[in-house]
């Protein structure tokens, strides 16, 4: 069960915008609008910050916005703030199953 | 506020097992799915199975790796989900997350419990 490809790291300043793609294949990413994005902090536990490809659950900045096109599934955040900081994750259903992305470590210079 | 407590980590060796609890607060406990997620140290995140409410007949689905060595249960009358863990294996050390599972997505999680398989 491959996991779903994301890049290892990316970096911004504060106040730019970012994007991680999370790539996948026709039998999760594509086929489904189930893709969601976790946040997590050294030490802590994830928490989501994108559910159903786009949706943000209540709480979360309206700074974080999804996409899909095809098989990659996309995070933007804007006005990167030092907070922002953190281990990013990708998950997506793929029929009576789930797979997550390998993370991309997200360093706000 | 959704609350979801594991326990019952430790250190266990090859072959053995151990059960994780997971104590729910915060939300109707019984109308939710519910999930298991694990995280090896220093490396992503990884998924190990669900079962589905009442309604849904409480059948479980399980990742590859663990299937057929991991049982995922509920006790709805008292709130808590669990995870049997037989035949345990060096690879399966990990951080094992609680999570209120949704539509393809992990609503909340739980801190956490480590389970070490180590001789």
């Known amino acids: 069960q491959s996991a779903l490809t994301q890049p290892a790291s990316v970096s911004g300043s504060p106040g730019q915008s970012i994007t991680i793609s999370c790539t996948g294949t026709?039998?999760?990413?594509?086929?489904?609008?189930?893709v969601s994005w976790y946040l997590q902090h050294p030490g802590k536990a994830p928490k989501i910050m994108i559910y159903?490809?786009?949706k943000r659950p209540s709480g979360v900045s309206n700074r974080f916005s999804g996409s899909k096109s095809g098989n990659t599934a996309s995070l933007t955040i804007s006005g990167l703030q030092a907070e922002d900081e953190a281990d990013y994750y990708c998950c997506s259903y793929a029929g009576n199953r789930l797979v997550f992305g390998g993370g991309t470590k997200l360093t706000v210079l | 506020e959704v609350q979801l407590v594991e326990s019952g980590g430790g250190l266990v060796e090859p072959g053995g097992s151990l059960r994780l609890s997971c104590a729910a607060s915060g939300f109707t406990f019984s109308d939710a799915w519910m999930s298991w997620v694990r995280q090896a140290p220093g490396k992503g995140l990884e998924w190990v199975g669900r079962?589905?409410?009442?309604?849904?007949?409480?059948?479980?689905d399980y990742a590859a790796p663990v299937k057929g060595r991991f049982t995922i249960s509920r006790d709805d009358s008292k709130n808590t989900l669990y995870l049997q863990m037989d035949s345990l294996k060096t690879e399966d050390t990990a951080v094992y997350y609680c999570?209120?599972?949704?539509?393809?997505?992990?609503?909340?999680w739980g801190q956490g419990t480590l389970v070490t398989v180590s001789s």
């Open positions: 079962i589905k409410y009442k309604t849904d007949g409480r059948t479980p």
């Open positions: 999570t209120q599972y949704d539509s393809g997505s992990f609503l909340s």
């Open positions: 026709s039998s999760d990413v594509g086929s489904y609008n189930f």
């Open positions: 159903e490809v786009s």
